[in-house]
């Protein structure tokens, strides 16, 4: 493969938010494109003017964005095969239609609504296999002239109907399809504007691109793909069409397996890095064993050769562990800079975050996903009186027995009171010492203190979080608890 020549596209159409599915081909776009040094495209495949939805290009570059899988042309940036957009290169369609009509491999059909309508219904009953019944296929030139007169019409492609065309795939090999069985598609609308057939061949010539990688849902439009590089005397680009992604039920993946748009993993707290490594997995892979790549090994490693044909299997929890690898491979600044939104959005207002880097490494083995910070942070930004219940703070050492943890709770009040010096050793040594002293078991003692000072049975290691919080917020918490202590639960 010649380096400088990969030239990949990803053809999204802009009827929706980016889902995982069809956001992993980017992903294989990109990395061919990046290991030969080769270009990623990004076009807009907009033709389907009734399904556009606004707003969802700008989605779907945000996504990309979010990803860090940057592109060498695109409609925002432009490029020397400008527009990149469908919608801004109608005539580039018209004129491959045209050229096709004057060759007589395409031809105008004016057969109306209704009548398509009925040539189903009848090929139902008759359970023919559906299709377009070439019916305008043979008229003469007076007959198109004075059919014209009422409307455009449609063009339509003349399918050759003998013979069989062929794919090359580079992951299948030849896969042949019978063009008796590919009825005459339409090229382009009434409405002017090209079908995705008609517009992805065109502008993947235009746009000079190497390697079309597409779900396989798309290899049955292959032969008609191929049959219009046939006919407009073109050379195919290698076509790579990758298995879908399955749900563990072997459906076809979709919202009930836990797949959802890009927009929506990020908001989950998926970190891009793990989300792109994971899908990196869904039908490619570097060798038996390697599942935890960074962008760059990814890029090294990527080849066509990879990409598998056994279905690629989404698994939520796998996702989840693998998130939960990149979060503890963060360094604990760039953590908590990451959590810094929803700990910002639970506390109300904007928070210092220096203070919890102490801790965070013992936090960033405890949370798969970001949001979770919030569990093992809010408390130390907490003004006011901490939620909390006299039974949990009790626990199961003093259960029933709020007189008793009262009495636990003014002895580490004492302690804490005097301890010479703040640090997570020396409040560990002390408390300790302290539950020795009182002959009872160091959990029972020290689940009061965790409830009154975080509120919250499970929380970040004690001793680091009495550290960070400090001498005055850890008594005045205390104090507090053991004022709800002397008086029962409300
Ligand atoms: N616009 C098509 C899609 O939505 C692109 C298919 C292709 O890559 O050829 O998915």
Redesign the pocket.
């Known amino acids: 493969m010649s380096d400088s020549a990969v030239r990949v596209?990803?053809?999204?159409?802009p009827?929706g938010e980016p889902h995982i599915g069809?956001i992993r081909?980017a992903l294989f776009d990109w990395l061919l494109a990046r290991r030969h040094g080769g270009q990623f495209i990004v076009r807009i495949?907009d033709t389907d003017q009734a399904r556009r939805v606004e707003g969802a290009e700008e989605g779907i570059l945000e996504a990309l964005r979010w990803l860090g899988l940057d592109w060498d042309e695109g409609p925002d940036i432009g490029g020397p095969h400008a527009p990149y957009r469908q919608s801004e290169r109608l005539p580039l369609y018209r004129e491959a239609a045209e050229r096709l009509v004057a060759a007589g491999k395409a031809y105008r059909c004016f057969c109306s609504p209704d009548r398509l309508d009925a040539v189903r219904k009848a090929q139902q009953q008759q359970k023919l296999a559906p299709g377009y019944d070439r019916h305008c296929r043979n008229l003469t030139p007076e007959q198109v002239d004075a059919a014209a007169a009422d409307g455009p019409g449609v063009v339509r492609f003349a399918m050759p109907r003998e013979g069989t065309t062929v794919v090359e795939d580079a992951l299948r090999g030849a896969v042949e399809f019978r063009n008796e069985l590919l009825d005459d598609h339409v090229l382009l609308k009434r409405d002017g504007f090209p079908t995705?057939h008609l517009a992805?061949v065109v502008d993947?010539r235009e746009m000079r691109i190497s390697h079309?990688?597409?779900?396989e849902e798309?290899l049955p439009?292959a032969p008609r793909h191929v049959a219009q590089y046939e006919a407009l005397g073109w050379a195919p680009p290698i076509w790579v069409h990758v298995p879908i992604i399955r749900g563990a039920d072997k459906g076809k993946l979709s919202k009930r397996h836990g797949a959802t748009s890009v927009r929506a993993y990020a908001e989950q707290g998926f970190l891009p890095e793990a989300l792109l490594n994971f899908m990196a997995l869904l039908g490619w892979s570097k060798d038996e064993s390697t599942t935890i790549m960074s962008r760059a090994e990814m890029v090294e490693a990527f080849s066509i050769e990879g990409l598998g044909l056994a279905s690629a299997m989404f698994d939520l929890e796998r996702l989840s562990e693998m998130n939960a690898r990149y979060i503890r491979a963060l360094s604990p600044a760039n953590f908590l800079e990451r959590g810094r939104p929803w700990l910002e959005a639970a506390v109300g207002r904007e928070v210092d975050l220096g203070r919890l880097l102490p801790l965070a490494p013992s936090i960033q083995e405890r949370v798969k996903l970001l949001p979770e910070l919030v569990d093992y942070a809010d408390f130390f930004y907490a003004e006011g009186a901490l939620e909390y219940s006299n039974e949990e703070l009790m626990g199961r050492g003093y259960r029933g027995k709020p007189w008793a943890a009262l009495e636990a709770l003014e002895a580490a009040l004492r302690l804490l009171r005097g301890l010479e010096g703040w640090d997570a050793a020396g409040l560990e040594a002390g408390l300790r010492g302290l539950a020795e002293e009182r002959g009872e078991k160091p959990g029972a003692l020290f689940t009061p203190v965790r409830v009154a000072v975080t509120g919250k049975r499970i929380a970040p290691p004690l001793f680091e979080t009495l550290e960070v919080l400090g001498r005055e917020a850890t008594v005045g918490r205390l104090n507090a608890a053991a004022e709800r202590l002397a008086r029962p639960d409300d």
């Open positions: 596209r990803y053809g999204p159409s009827t069809n081909t495949e995705y992805s993947d079309v990688i597409r779900g798309w439009s």
